[in-house]
């Protein structure tokens, strides 16, 4: 490659993006993002240029980061003027796709812990409507501070009520200008959470019941859920691209096709944020249970199903697993038969969800490692795939085979040894070592529960321990699961022999 490609900025971009650029810098900041990574630029960001490029949406995007840890990655994006390159790759319809955009949102870069000041001074922009956010499950928390509006803060929803306390004394408790906080991170109630932590913030430092009534009456805490694999920088194939590109881009960013966003509120709110009008797949709802059902039951089911087998199996990715003859169409046949009529949501829905998670699995991009998705598989069981085995047998009064075998290998997986240097190993089908990780208790459980040898003991034991299931499964509304786990171990242990 050659060593004289310029590296993305205002004076390299393309006049499209330069002439996007000029123009997001001439408008107001109207979405303050708390979150520099991967995941806001290539979701968040990329959504709004789809509404600029579409004329839907005018107004910038100030970022920040909320640990100091970020200001590299912060200063990195500043050297190149806010721009990035945006990588779409993977399957749409079964269909490879692959393309690149070069992202024009930010008109202001600031690190709150260099230029608290700055960051400040946001709340008093007239204009400023909207705060994203992605901090992790981890800085959405509450978290004692004492009240220093004067220097920086790292607790998330520290920062935001010093903002919002700013912003309230700004303007005297204006109800127009509240602000629609949209939480990304990972959490179910994400925006309840959010707002609570806000409102302990500010009666531990007893900021007045004025304050703590404007929040709550005009400012908006939206309850989200988000959907993208977003794996950041490209390194493997990075040089390629750039020499496809003709210019060098530290921030490079590659995402899969597939995006999803679900908003609990009123569609009225498109006139904020256009999303649905600029043909993203956002759902603006009064209920997110159903969006986090089907995620919960199909993407992250199917993932907890193919697993054990998978592994015991000898694949090591998803894709490998999807693409295996047998294993693969097993997958797609518990999907379609046991698990989507399990779920109380239109089918037809389900079906074409399932068909775009088929796509995300079979990413050629996107290596999901089986032994990472395996880690904690008793509860993950527990929350994801029980509930659908359980709904199955109320109603269809018989087992369903895929799920129960499905769980058969998950006992078959979990017959463990402990080693001298604490971990725990199970053996595949050939006679491979995996290491099996979940709670050391868990563990230590199941390698006794196996002591025996006897694949019906260790199904017994298992099967019974209501502290992993909630509940005695031996036996499910009359069904003898049991009987039927331990059936398909025994014949697995012939077909060894």
């Known amino acids: 490659m050659r060593e004289t490609l310029d590296r993305l900025s205002r004076l390299t971009a393309d006049d499209a993006s330069q002439q996007r650029l000029t123009a997001v810098k001439a408008e107001p900041v109207r979405v303050l993002q708390i979150g520099e990574g991967n995941f806001l630029r290539g979701f968040a960001d990329w959504m709004i240029q789809?509404?600029?490029?579409?004329?839907?949406?005018?107004?910038?995007?100030?970022?920040?980061?909320?640990?100091?840890?970020?200001?590299?990655?912060?200063?990195?994006?500043?050297?190149?003027?806010?721009?990035?390159?945006?990588?779409?790759?993977?399957?749409?319809?079964?269909?490879?796709?692959?393309?690149?955009?070069?992202?024009?949102?930010?008109?202001?870069?600031?690190?709150?812990?260099?230029?608290?000041?700055?960051?400040?001074?946001?709340?008093?922009e007239p204009e400023l409507q909207v705060v994203i956010s992605n901090t992790t499950e981890a800085g959405l928390r509450y978290i004692e501070v004492p009240w220093t509006p004067q220097q920086p803060v790292e607790s998330f929803p520290a920062k935001l009520t010093m903002l919002l306390y700013?912003?309230?004394?700004?303007?005297?408790?204006?109800?127009s200008r509240g602000l629609i906080m949209l939480p990304c991170e990972l959490l179910e109630r994400n925006g309840d959470t959010l707002l609570e932590c806000v409102l302990k913030h500010a009666q531990d430092w007893g900021l007045s019941d004025s304050f703590q009534q404007w929040v709550t009456a005009h400012n908006r805490f939206l309850n989200s859920l988000v959907d993208?694999?977003?794996?950041?920088?490209?390194?493997?194939?990075?040089?390629?691209?750039?020499?496809?590109?003709?210019?060098?881009?530290?921030?490079?960013?590659?995402a899969?096709?597939?995006?999803?966003w679900a908003i609990e509120a009123e569609?009225?709110?498109?006139?904020?944020?256009?999303?649905?009008?600029?043909?993203?797949?956002?759902?603006?709802?009064?209920?997110?249970?159903?969006?986090?059902?089907?995620?919960?039951?199909i993407l992250n089911g199917a993932h907890t199903l193919m697993t054990p087998i998978g592994l015991l199996s000898g694949a090591e990715h998803v894709r490998g697993l999807m693409e295996h003859p047998s294993l693969g169409q097993w997958v797609r046949s518990t999907v379609a038969s046991e698990i989507i009529p399990s779920v109380p949501i239109e089918k037809e829905s389900l079906t074409a969800y399932a068909n775009d998670v088929y796509d995300r699995y079979l990413n050629p991009f996107i290596r999901?490692?089986?032994?990472?998705?395996?880690?904690?598989?008793?509860?993950?069981?527990?929350?994801?795939l029980l509930p659908t085995l359980i709904a199955y047998i109320d109603n269809n009064d018989a087992l369903p085979e895929g799920l129960i075998r499905g769980l058969a290998a998950l006992i078959r997986l979990y017959r463990v040894e402990r080693q001298e240097d604490g971990s725990y190993?199970?053996?595949?089908?050939d006679g491979q070592s995996l290491t099996v990780r979940d709670d050391a208790a868990v563990l230590e459980a199941m390698a006794a529960a196996w002591n025996s040898g006897a694949s019906s003991a260790a199904v017994e034991q298992a099967l019974s321990r209501t502290d992993w299931w909630g509940q005695d499964i031996r036996t499910i509304a009359g069904m003898d699961v049991a009987s039927a786990v331990t059936a398909i171990l025994e014949q697995w242990e012939d077909e060894q022999r």
Not at 231 to 251: C, N, S, V
């Open 50 to 124: 789809q509404c600029r490029t579409q004329g839907l949406f005018q107004g910038g995007v100030a970022v920040t980061q909320p640990r100091p840890s970020g200001a590299k990655k912060l200063a990195e994006l500043k050297e190149q003027d806010g721009l990035y390159t945006q990588l779409i790759r993977g399957l749409k319809n079964g269909e490879p796709v692959e393309e690149t955009e070069v992202i024009a949102v930010f008109n202001a870069i600031i690190d709150p812990y260099a230029q608290w000041d700055r960051f400040m001074a946001l709340a008093d």
């Open 166 to 175: 700013r912003r309230f004394e700004t303007f005297g408790g204006e109800a």
């Open 228 to 254: 993208r694999i977003v794996t950041g920088y490209p390194a493997d194939d990075a040089e390629a691209i750039f020499e496809k590109l003709q210019y060098r881009d530290a921030m490079l960013n590659a």
């Open 256 to 260: 899969e096709p597939y995006h999803f």
């Open 267 to 297: 569609p009225e709110l498109e006139r904020v944020l256009p999303f649905v009008q600029a043909g993203l797949n956002v759902v603006w709802t009064d209920d997110l249970k159903p969006y986090q059902l089907r995620k919960v039951r």
């Open 368 to 384: 999901h490692r089986l032994l990472d998705i395996a880690m904690n598989s008793v509860s993950k069981f527990k929350a994801r």
């Open 425 to 429: 190993t199970s053996t595949a089908f």
